[in-house]
């Protein structure tokens, strides 16, 4: 029996139904002045669809990002990738990079608010825009509360000032506050728009291809790789003082774990403990000697250099970029 719905099940808009052939549904829906169309497994949602309706609004907020134009490309499935082009959206979600815990939501709305001002210091009128529905779910939120919540935050850390103080509506404006300029510059510059990426792995002759396999990819999709050993170190710093401040001042982090080095294993941690998106990469033929901690993470595994430059640049334009 061929599923009948009214509302999207993957991102929980309402649903125009396209067409419906055998197992496969077509169907359109508009958010934000945009139309989506979509062709729907119904087989594999069935089996699978509970997974996929807690992380509607993520989907959601990917697509109208730009970042799951896969979903409109062909034919969704949730199970593995095969070999004509059918995707596998768990896994895209997975890999996908989104803000997911509070702070980071707090950040990246705070974030979103700040290019609204074209100048320090410029009042920001809260127009009928800013609270349409299109815009808080780009921004990742479940709902309206959701967003009110976090922006009411930010007015209670002193990082935005409304006027007038009570909420009013379209009639409302607000600022930046010298504490939130402050805070962004603090937040994001050192890392969060930064075109650098930390770079962890063995230092060796036997790992040369691999560091420029690595350097290349970071090259051609616009970062600078952060190498510890090819930094000029002040007298006053420690190599570990340096470790520690190209990671916090990098967007993101690629740890490679061929020949298993402790230091990756702790700058890679560090990355992560910060909210970093780390990228792990490992030569097939040692990834056998992973510790247990990492090896149910999904790495890039490669056999060549050319091969591992090829997957490394795939992964930072679909996961960073």
Not at 6 to 17: N, Q, R
Not at 180 to 191: D, S, V
Not at 192 to 204: D, E, G, R, Y
Not at 237 to 261: H, P
Request: hydrophobic share 35%.
């Amino acid at each position: 029996m061929t599923m009948v719905f009214d509302k999207c099940p993957l991102t929980g808009e309402p649903a125009e139904i396209i067409s419906k052939d055998n197992s496969i549904i077509r169907y359109r829906i508009s958010v934000a002045d945009k139309n989506f169309n979509i062709e729907l497994c119904e087989k594999c949602l069935n089996h699978r669809s509970a997974l996929v309706n807690n992380q509607n609004h993520i989907v959601l907020g990917l697509l109208l990002n730009n970042k799951l134009p896969e979903l409109t490309g062909g034919l969704v499935h949730i199970g593995p990738d095969d070999a004509i082009g059918n995707f596998d959206l768990l896994e895209k979600l997975k890999q996908a990079t989104y803000p997911k815990y509070p702070k980071e939501k707090l950040d990246y709305l705070f974030a979103e608010l700040y290019k609204l001002q074209k100048y320090d210091g410029q009042t920001i009128e809260i127009d009928p825009e800013i609270l349409q529905p299109s815009n808080w779910k780009k921004w990742y939120f479940k709902s309206d509360k959701e967003f009110f919540l976090y922006f009411d935050t930010l007015v209670k850390k002193n990082l935005l000032t409304v006027f007038p103080p009570e909420w009013s509506g379209d009639s409302s404006k607000f600022e930046l506050t010298f504490e939130g300029l402050t805070y962004y510059i603090q937040t994001f510059e050192e890392g969060f728009n930064s075109k650098t990426c930390f770079v962890a792995m063995a230092f060796q002759n036997e790992t040369r291809p691999i560091r420029d396999a690595i350097k290349k990819a970071l090259k051609k999709t616009g970062f600078e790789a952060v190498i510890v050993d090819e930094q000029n170190i002040e007298s006053d710093r420690t190599i570990n003082d340096e470790i520690l401040a190209g990671i916090k001042k990098s967007k993101f982090c690629v740890a490679d774990f061929t020949y298993q080095k402790r230091g990756v294993y702790f700058e890679s941690g560090f990355g992560l403990g910060l909210g970093k998106p780390v990228i792990y990469c490992c030569e097939r033929k040692d990834f056998e000697n992973a510790h247990f901690d990492i090896k149910p993470l999904q790495h890039i595994i490669y056999d060549t250099p050319e091969e591992l430059e090829k997957k490394l640049t795939s992964k930072i334009e679909a996961w960073i970029l």
